[in-house]
């Protein structure tokens, strides 16, 4: 059959058999943080990437990622955590909850993207969190958006949720884009971890992409 034939077959089933021809939903992965969960309608999407842009740094991506690893205990599941900055505290989690992380120490932006580029491919765990977030955002820029592509590709062949936590907005190939928005008083920094989760103020913007008809715009919710 020629090519205009298989488009026009293609267009004409779209129409007359919408349902059939959409992708099914997207399997996820919950965090624990009900904020969090609710923006993300249910959780980190498996086979994409989320991006959780932290512009000031204390904003609570920490709390976020601790949240995280107590959810991957809890459910006997294993998560990757590459530490772009050697910034992570083991001492801040539990023994029970170090049993199921695999801890991924990073001095640089660059040896950080090659980690998650390993990990990927590797497919074998259901979370890698990429945790930029105390990077330099000079270091960050000069990341190639065909890195971030390259990492989309290889997720959507696995059944893993990739976070990717940054001080700024960058990873363009990132189909959910989460932007904290608190700045802690110093009183609230005494809060149980917990309260704080509570009080997170997020902004979100959602890469909605319509494979079946070839189309992909942004939606920004409050």
């Not at 993300?40 to 976020?64: D, N, R, V």
């Not at 065909?146 to 290889?154: F, G």
């Amino acid at each position: 059959m020629a090519p205009s034939r298989i488009i026009d077959l293609r267009k004409l089933l779209a129409e007359r058999f919408p349902e059939a021809v959409r992708p099914a939903p997207a399997a996820v992965l919950a965090t624990g943080v009900p904020n969090v969960d609710a923006a993300l309608e249910g959780g980190l999407t498996k086979g994409a990437i989320t991006e959780l842009s932290s512009p000031s740094g204390s904003a609570g991506s920490a709390s976020i990622v601790a949240a995280l690893l107590a959810r991957a205990a809890a459910e006997r599941d294993f998560v990757a955590l590459i530490d772009g900055r050697d910034s992570f505290d083991p001492q801040s989690i539990g023994a029970g909850t170090l049993r199921h992380l695999l801890w991924v120490r990073c001095a640089k932006a660059a040896e950080a993207i090659q980690a998650a580029d390993l990990l990927l491919r590797d497919g074998n765990f259901p979370l890698v969190i990429l945790d930029l977030v105390l990077n330099p955002v000079a270091e960050l820029r000069r990341i190639p958006s065909s890195h971030w592509y390259r990492l989309q590709r290889l997720v959507e062949s696995a059944p893993t949720a990739f976070l990717v936590v940054s001080p700024r907005s960058m990873v363009s190939s990132a189909q959910w884009k989460l932007v904290l928005e608190n700045r802690w008083t110093l009183p609230q920094l005494d809060w149980a971890a917990k309260d704080l989760r509570a009080e997170l103020k997020i902004r979100l913007r959602r890469a909605q992409a319509n494979t079946w008809r070839g189309e992909e715009r942004m939606e920004e919710v409050g």
